[in-house]
């Protein structure tokens, strides 16, 4: 038996195979400027994926999926997500017949969200904003917020501390994503975003992104990418509201002022009701290398890694905050597209 492949470029990974007692390793060139090499050893109904050089990324994250059909409308199941730089990653218990995988970057951040700026700046923050509709936050009902620089949201005025700790000890309604030391002066990290008038879902929206942005003294060797995101549900009842923590990217987590002191992620009314997502104030909990606890491995009332969702109904979170879903990490790492199709001369 022979095996000739056709190759595509489309910037994800599609693979054919059969999953027959026995296939010999298929090998997979892209001739695009990424000059992707892939290996793929199938075995009963295990996939053994490597990438080779230079297609490794010692920064990469990368999410795989999988399909029985690519004609009929089914939609593609995530199976996995990368540590940084992994290369290597096998994936069992498959169905047996044809499958169809699919390998890109992380996109939970949701576009649509960055129509302002705020320009490049340390500890600054937005003028006062207006939501465009009101929230019921813990019984004060905010119909604008303050955008702060260093990973957060309040209400009554603008926060420019940059050495987090809990967020009730701020004394203030705060909303915070990853409270650290963000910087954005150096011109290879961007400046954080905000929009006023997105939707989600049919409702109205606002969301803020800090998406590759960098860290005290303007560093941007290393990278953080989060999003908030609030959405109007007075279709339910007026003042009630969703809310999503989205992570793409977390390599640093303080800045050289800050050094210690671990981010924080949660949101505080600055009294009596407050929650942070556990790895809050940890020492490395929240980064991309650590696969067990990182952001982006987890979820919290959803089934997408990075994203956490918080529902207010009657100016509180339903129910309590369940603990985040710690998903199963299988190691890989790839970028580009190869599409292999099985051939018998």
Request: glycine share 8%; net charge negative; charged share 15%.
């Amino acid at each position: 038996m022979k095996w000739s492949q056709e190759v595509l470029v489309s910037g994800f990974v599609l693979a054919f195979a059969g999953f027959a007692a026995f296939c010999p390793a298929l090998r997979a060139q892209i001739f695009d400027t990424n000059d992707l090499w892939l290996n793929i050893a199938l075995t009963n109904n295990t996939a053994v994926f490597t990438v080779c050089a230079p297609a490794t990324n010692a920064n990469g994250v990368f999410d795989l999926y999988f399909k029985t059909n690519l004609i009929a409308s089914q939609d593609w199941m995530w199976l996995l997500r990368s540590a940084p730089g992994q290369t290597n990653f096998a994936v069992s218990n498959l169905p047996p017949g044809q499958g169809f995988f699919r390998l890109e970057t992380p996109n939970t951040v949701r576009p649509g969200f960055d129509q302002q700026i705020l320009n490049r700046n340390d500890d600054d923050s937005t003028d006062i904003v207006p939501m465009g509709f009101f929230i019921n936050f813990f019984g004060n009902s905010n119909t604008t917020l303050f955008v702060n620089n260093n990973g957060n949201v309040t209400f009554t005025s603008s926060q420019s501390e940059y050495a987090p700790k809990p967020l009730v000890s701020l004394g203030v309604e705060v909303i915070a994503p990853f409270w650290a030391d963000v910087d954005t002066r150096n011109s290879a990290s961007d400046v954080v975003k905000y929009g006023t008038n997105g939707v989600v879902d049919g409702h109205a929206a606002i969301g803020v992104d800090w998406v590759n942005v960098g860290y005290y003294y303007e560093h941007a060797d290393k990278l953080l990418s989060c999003q908030l995101v609030i959405i109007d549900r007075s279709d339910i009842v007026p003042g009630d509201f969703d809310m999503e923590f989205n992570y793409d990217k977390v390599q640093w987590e303080w800045g050289d002022a800050s050094g210690g002191a671990p981010p924080h992620a949660g949101f505080s009314d600055g009294g009596a009701n407050d929650f942070e997502l556990p790895g809050s104030g940890v020492e490395g909990a929240f980064l991309d290398a650590n696969t067990e606890t990182g952001l982006i491995y987890n979820s919290l009332n959803s089934t997408v890694p990075g994203q956490y969702i918080f529902s207010f109904r009657d100016g509180t979170p339903l129910e309590s905050v369940p603990e985040p879903n710690l998903m199963a990490i299988f190691c890989f790492g790839a970028a580009g597209l190869a599409f292999l199709r099985r051939r018998q001369d």
